[in-house]
């Protein structure tokens, strides 16, 4: 049974700080890996989309890597703004569509 | 493009009582799913359909929860009869047919049964 986790499960940093979200999980023969970003009160937000033969995707201040081999994800975030304060959720999928999610990290960024 | 619509935003019933959400996913998505997010959790998979087929609801209780969508577009999740524990977030998400396309989610229904 596929197996995620992301630590820490909370993260406080000051605006400006460049920091690593962190995603593990226990089964490599995967589909797709995604990060999300979820606001309070609200759905889930596709922020990026590693596809199992990719290494790394970009988009804006954001950079997720993936290596398969060891189970291992992490989302960089560069120059983190209060904005980004929100909770971040990433997700493996295998052959199926089916989505296995982690509990997520929550992310604050402090003014 | 219009992103996926639920509805209610919030409920809250009585244990016993039924209870009904609705979907309307991404034009063109023939791929729905819905998930249910307890506090402090990722989403879980209840049920995902192709089109108008459930092609997967292993994970649907499904001596209380039930589901249709019936041409293929818009869809209908209820409980009935719901209990204490089924307090939760109610997530529907859509998504096109092509291998790598994300998820796009709606903003949920809160569910609260006292």
């Known amino acids: 049974k596929q197996e995620v986790t992301q630590i820490p499960a909370a993260l406080s940093v000051p605006e400006g700080e460049n920091l690593v979200l962190n995603c593990s999980f226990t089964d490599s023969a995967i589909y797709n890996l995604q990060w999300f970003r979820q606001d309070p009160g609200k759905g889930l937000t596709s922020l990026l989309l590693?596809?199992?033969?990719?290494r790394e995707q970009t988009s804006g201040r954001l950079n997720a890597s993936l290596d398969k081999s060891s189970g291992r994800s992490t989302l960089y975030i560069a120059a983190s703004q209060p904005g980004d304060s929100a909770t971040y959720l990433c997700?493996?999928?295998?052959?199926?569509?089916?989505?296995?999610f982690g509990k997520g990290t929550k992310l604050t960024v402090n003014p | 493009e219009a992103g996926v619509v639920q509805s209610p935003r919030y409920k809250i019933i009585e244990k016993k009582q039924p209870v009904a959400f609705w979907c309307n996913p991404i034009?063109?998505?023939?791929?729905l799913y819905w998930y249910r997010q307890n506090l402090g959790q990722g989403p879980e998979l209840l049920i995902r359909?192709?089109?108008?087929?459930?092609?997967?609801d292993s994970q649907l209780p499904k001596d209380r929860f039930s589901a249709e969508r019936l041409k293929g577009v818009d869809s209908t999740l209820k409980i009935q009869p719901a209990e204490l524990g089924d307090s939760a977030v109610y997530l529907c998400a859509s998504k096109t047919g092509t291998a790598n396309s994300p998820l796009h989610f709606g903003n949920g229904t809160r569910l609260t049964v006292t």
């Open positions: 997700a493996v999928r295998r052959g199926s569509e089916k989505l296995v």
């Open positions: 359909y192709e089109n108008e087929e459930a092609v997967d």
């Open positions: 034009s063109g998505h023939n791929t």
């Open positions: 590693i596809q199992s033969s990719q």
